[in-house]
């Protein structure tokens, strides 16, 4: 039985930086929320399941997400950058210790842990990628397929 509600996160162009790459990466970042927010059914064998089933390629789009976004930052000389890669490294971080809280039983549901990413991946993409996705424009155009040029003196 899944959760009827089958958005917690519904996307919109609040979301959006402009550049289809990133746009497209934080959709799927948005779908995997809400696919585990779907299967937070109050059956814990069947959260349970479903968090072994999924958390794996979880864990591997965030570090792809995470590396595409640093290699931009770095490429582009964004002077966020290393505060950036830090905010990255400590939710990866939290979110490998909540995984463990959650395979061992420590008082962490499949709704906890899906509140968790989605509060951590609003308040990031609205705060923390603003800030490069508003130096990127200053710096770059953004063709309509999405493609970057950058031009190194902004």
Same mark, same amino acid.
């Given at each position: 039985?899944?959760?009827?509600? =089958?958005?917690?996160?519904?996307?919109?162009? $609040?979301?959006?930086?402009?550049?289809?790459?990133?746009?497209?990466?934080?959709?799927?970042?948005?779908?995997?929320?809400?696919?585990?927010?779907?299967?937070?059914?109050?059956?814990?064998?069947?959260? &349970?399941?479903?968090? =072994?089933?999924?958390?794996?390629?979880?864990?591997?789009?965030? $570090?792809?997400?995470?590396?595409?976004?640093?290699?931009?930052?770095?490429?582009?000389?964004?002077?966020?950058?290393?505060? &950036?890669?830090?905010?990255?490294?400590?939710?990866?971080?939290?979110?490998?210790?909540?995984?463990?809280?959650?395979?061992?039983?420590?008082?962490?549901?499949?709704?906890?842990?899906?509140?968790?990413?989605?509060?951590?991946?609003?308040? &990031?993409?609205?705060?923390?990628? $603003?800030?490069?996705?508003?130096?990127?424009?200053?710096?770059?155009?953004?063709? /309509?397929?999405?493609?970057?040029?950058?031009?190194? =003196? /902004?």
């Amino acid at each position: 039985m899944k959760n009827d509600n =089958n958005e917690l996160i519904t996307w919109t162009n $609040k979301l959006e930086c402009g550049m289809t790459l990133i746009d497209e990466q934080h959709k799927r970042f948005v779908d995997l929320v809400n696919g585990l927010f779907c299967h937070v059914t109050g059956n814990e064998a069947q959260e &349970h399941d479903y968090f =072994n089933k999924v958390i794996k390629e979880t864990v591997r789009y965030i $570090k792809i997400h995470f590396a595409t976004e640093e290699k931009i930052m770095f490429v582009t000389q964004f002077e966020g950058y290393a505060e &950036h890669k830090k905010e990255h490294e400590s939710f990866l971080l939290a979110v490998i210790d909540k995984i463990h809280d959650y395979e061992v039983g420590n008082r962490l549901t499949l709704s906890a842990f899906t509140i968790f990413i989605k509060d951590w991946l609003l308040s &990031h993409i609205v705060l923390i990628d $603003k800030q490069y996705f508003e130096y990127l424009r200053k710096i770059a155009t953004i063709k /309509p397929n999405g493609k970057l040029t950058v031009s190194m =003196n /902004p």
